[in-house]
T-cell receptor, first 114, second 115 residues
Framework: TQLLEQSPQFLSIQEGENLTVYCNSSSVFSSLQWYRQEPGEGPVLLVTVVTGGEVKKLKRLTFQFGDARKDSSLHITAAQPGDTGLYLCAGTHFPNNAGNMLTFGGGTRLMVKP | KAGVTQTPRYLIKTRGQQVTLSCSPISGHRSVSWYQQTPGQGLQFLFEYFSETQRNKGNFPGRFSGRQFSNSRSEMNVSTLELGDSALYLC??????????????FGPGTRLTVT
């Protein structure tokens, strides 16, 4: 069983602070996605990383895929209350027409206080 | 382009009953996956369908089943409901055969409560 360990589980910070969320595994993934989910809604895809060492930026969010494609991190600069939500990492193996599935981390619940 | 739609959004059932949930993928997406989300177990993969065939199955009992139609719409069925089946059931679709086929897009989910 491939597991994705996400840390921390909970994070409560003040507006303007920086934070990093980690996603670690002993398995190699062909790609890794980060999602954000709000209560009562489905996860919304933020980014996909596929190359070891890849770094992607989305405004104040920076995503990194580890060189060995076993881990990833999400860094948020100058967090805002609108960033509040559940952040999920999910890994995939061999995406092709033969089938694919997402293995999810346990999630990081972020609260940004004004 | 319309996103993934799921119906119904909320459902209350009694133990022992069965339930059918529906999912319409994004236009052009031929793969549909189903996930169960609970506070204790998080998001867990149920199964994936592509071209009306089940391609992958997660570690769930046979009471959980699904199917896909020729228009890529999918349904999942849970028979003999148990209290532990209470969860948010999420459907996700993806485009296959392209570089972006890693990416899965989720619907809003169906909140199932079993009493």
């Amino acid at each position: 069983t491939q597991l994705l360990e996400q840390s921390p589980q909970f994070l409560s910070i003040q507006e303007g602070e920086n934070l990093t969320v980690y996603c670690n595994s002993s398995s190699v993934f062909s790609s890794l996605q980060w999602y954000r989910q709000e209560p009562g809604e489905g996860p919304v895809l933020l980014v996909t990383v596929v190359t070891g060492g890849e770094v992607k930026k989305l405004k104040r969010l920076t995503f990194q895929f580890g060189d060995a494609r076993k881990d990833s991190s999400l860094h948020i600069t100058a967090a805002q209350p609108g960033d509040t939500g559940l952040y999920l990492c999910a890994g995939t193996h061999f995406p092709n027409n033969a089938g694919n599935m997402l293995t999810f981390g346990g999630g990081t619940r972020l609260m940004v206080k004004p | 382009k319309a996103g993934v739609t799921q119906t119904p959004r909320y459902l209350i059932k009694t133990r022992g009953q069965q339930v059918t949930l529906s999912c319409s993928p994004i236009s052009g997406h031929r793969s549909v996956s189903w996930y169960q989300q609970t506070p204790g177990q998080g998001l867990q993969f149920l199964f994936e369908y592509f071209s009306e065939t089940q391609r992958n199955k997660g570690n769930f009992p046979g009471r959980f089943s699904g199917r896909q139609f020729s228009n890529s719409r999918s349904e999942m069925n849970v028979s003999t409901l148990e209290l532990g089946d209470s969860a948010l059931y999420l459907c996700a679709s993806r485009r296959t055969g392209t570089l972006s086929s890693y990416e899965q897009y989720f619907g809003p989910g169906t909140r199932l409560t079993v009493t």
